[in-house]
């Protein structure tokens, strides 16, 4: 498990190193604590890796991917975005490995200094270690953008 993570990390690492514009690093809180990455591709386009830990009834370990397009809303205030996007979710939770798709759709706002502040919604399907049921969390971001 300690060399998934330091992969991760390595990778993450070398893709900021390569391309380092826009990019943002943080915390994503919700139901779980997670460590947040985003990395833009466009403008309207960017990936982000979470990684958290999960708390309550599901305990363990989460990682997630998802590829997000971006909309601006500077029509409503200046700094203001909207994104939806689609991945995949990978978890160990009490001891059972979980793979599903899951979806994201929130706001963020991006102030003056390199700080963004997202709140957003991550529905998900589970399909293994069986099909579970729609389910989802609300979490609030604050990330470093770079």
């Known amino acids: 498990m ?21 990019n943002a690093i943080g915390l994503r809180l919700g139901y779980s604590a997670e460590a947040s990455f985003q990395h833009a591709l466009s403008s309207a386009n960017r ?29 409503l205030s200046q700094g203001f975005n909207w994104y939806a996007g689609v991945g995949a979710g990978l978890g160990i939770w009490d001891k059972e490995f ?3 798709v899951i979806g994201q759709v ?12 997202s709140l957003d919604y991550r529905p ?7 099909v579970a049921g729609p389910g989802g969390e609300i979490a609030l971001g604050v990330r470093y953008k770079f």
């Open 98 to 100: 979980a793979l599903g």
């Open 124 to 130: 998900g399907i589970w399909f293994i270690p069986d």
């Open 2 to 22: 300690k060399k998934i993570i330091f992969s991760l990390i390595l990778a993450i690492g070398s893709i900021c190193l390569v391309n380092a514009q826009d």
């Open 47 to 75: 990936l982000e890796a979470d990684l958290g830990l999960n708390f309550g009834k599901d305990n363990g370990l989460n990682l997630s991917g998802t590829y997000q397009w971006v909309w601006d809303l500077s029509a």
């Open 106 to 117: 929130g706001i963020e706002y991006h102030f003056d200094i390199p700080l963004q502040v």
